[in-house]
Structure formats: C-alpha cells, structure tokens
C-alpha cells in the first residue's frame, strides 16, 4: 500500500507538497520519483500552464513563457478537475510565493551545488545571462527566501541532497 492509500483507508485527506527550487536543482526528476514511491499526483506547473493555456505572454529577453498565476491558481481550485485541496499533491514549480499557504502541508526548497547548476543550465542550452541569473539567484538564496516569507518556517525545509532528502520526505508522508 502506498502513502496514498494508506490516507485514502484511514479517512484523512493526504498533505500536498510544493517542490519548488532555481530551475536546473532536480524538482521535475524528484518530484516524479516522489510521486511514484507515495502515489500522489505529480503537477508539473509549467506544463499545466502551457497546455492549458494558463500564460500571460512570452518574455523574448529571457526566452521564457510567463505564467498568469490567476488562472494557474482558477485551475488548481477546480473542484470539478484539479482540486488540490483534496490532497495528494505534489505541485512542481520553481517558484512558490503566489500559491496560497492553505494548500501545502510541506514546501520543500531544492537547492544545489552551482557548478552543477551552471552544468545543467548549458546542457539545456540556456544562453549565458539566463545561465548566470539562475546561478546568482541560487547563491543568493531567492527561492528558500520566498519559501520562508510566504510559508510557516515548520512546513519549509531546504533539501540539498535529493537523492537521500527522497527517502526522509517518503518517510514523513508515510509517517504522519
């Protein structure tokens, strides 16, 4: 029986998580992991907004669609489709701040070493100055500081090593 499950039979409404983290930190790989290991529902929000048409335009300077973060939020409180207040969620984003606090239980920051970063980033072709803003907002801590003034400190924990911070977050979901 998976954590999902194990909720779903005792009558409790499972927690939803945020993954959020500087793109490039592992939160789609994780998150698809941690949503096979739990059978929660892995919400990739960059995707949803693309197929769905949740954007507000298109940002040539930084070659990258911009969220309408009304509609992502309209199509999350969908009780006829998404509904993430049911539970069971694992919401993937790299950003948190304008998701209302009453949906997570956990909100966990990824976070990586910037040379890996930076390795990452090339590999997907990002021209240099997306590479080095990613990397600068890493070490300047952006994501973790927004986690930690949108959220209560005790739902926000900074995870560095996914592959083993995977096993400790399975066994939270299992455990509460």
Known sequence: MNALSAYQSHGRRPPNILVCGTPGTGKTSFCEELATRTGFIHLDISKLAIERELLEEYDEARQTSVLDEDKVIDELDDENDINVMQGGY???????DFFP??????????RTDNAVLWERLSAREYHLEKIQENVQAEIMQVVLEEARTSYNAQIVQERHDVGL??????????LK
């Open 90 to 96: 694992i919401v993937d984003y790299h950003s948190c």
């Open 165 to 174: 911070g995977l096993l400790v977050v399975c066994d939270t979901i299992v």
């Open 101 to 110: 606090e009453r949906y997570f239980q956990l909100v966990l920051v990824l």
